[in-house]
């Protein structure tokens, strides 16, 4: 599925309460109007004639029930530390990567010194290694952390109060 | 004001079956009923279209939101079935014929599936606005999260969801 560019402010705002009927009936013609809003209107359209029929039948995960914390209320400062801190030690972790790895072309060398291994090693190896280290650094679950900071960002937005 | 009305009837003429061939995949029940509640919403707006053009796009406008209508009413609709010899075979498979309720339990697992992969804040969004119609106000109090990050998640969501589903091959639905 080709990604659209999102260049309106309405298109994941306005457009979509206005597809689900919580929006003044005459913001359809700015959608109308709009490629991306009209892009919004059509994956949600497609998606809901498909769910549609078979919504009643979709059970909640045993692990959702209960289990949904509220993300914390940005309600000063002390939170950016936190992204900051995550995003400066993702570095951190990446520049130790980089480091032991050394630049493309470079040969390999162990944590142990009297270990070389002349080889070569290609992008798509160091990216792996460096993914499987975030993983083991952040833990299996870093999808779900970058949700939470689009969630905030989402939050920032709507609420310029809170920085 | 004649004139208005003359150039409706004319686009609505021209337009009539090609709504028709959209809302029939996309829409429970008749898409002929379907395509005349379109054609209310559109002569109801009266929308200010220079050309046939942007006539088109307003009114798919109007039948995309539409089809998200009646599937969230869904529910609360009587459907009537005839009574003859089919009608209880058509009940027990939810009144679909076979190869639809194949593609319809096709459907529910790759759903279900990437629900069930989602954070639990993202599907349950999706499920609460979906299943049970409860507007995006309501879902940001219960979540203790702004409206506009309740929006982003059912966004996200809807992407994961159709993304998933293109992978497995069942796009439908799309123009």
Known sequence: ?????????????????????????????????????????RQHADLMSEVGPIADRLVAAPSAEGQVDPLPAPANRGWWIGVVVGLAAAAAVLLALFGALGMPGDSVTSPAPDLVVEAPIDDAARHE?????????????????????????????ADLATL | MLAAVTDLERRISRFHQELIGFLRRRVPGDPEEAAQEVWLRVARAEPDCADD????????????????????????????????????????????APDARLHADAVLRVVQTTLDAMTPEMSEVFRMRTQDDIPFKTIAARQGCSINTALGRMHRATKKITAALEAEGLPGGSA
């Open chain 1, 129 to 157: 290694l460096a993914e499987a280290l975030l993983d083991e650094a952040f833990g299996a679950d870093v999808d779900a952390d970058f949700e939470a900071l689009y969630d905030e960002f989402d939050a920032l937005e």
């Open chain 2, 53 to 96: 053009a942007s006539f088109r796009a307003y009114f798919y406008t109007v039948a995309r939101r539409l089809v998200i209508d009646l599937h969230r009413r869904r529910k609360a609709r009587i459907e009537l079935l005839p009574i003859d010899d089919s009608a209880a075979e058509r009940r027990a498979s939810g009144g679909q």
């Open chain 1, 1 to 41: 599925m080709s990604e659209p560019i999102h260049t309106c402010e309405h298109a994941e705002t306005t457009t979509l309460l206005w597809l689900y009927g919580e929006a003044d009936e005459a913001h359809a013609t700015h959608v109308a109007g709009c490629g991306a809003c009209t892009e919004v209107a």
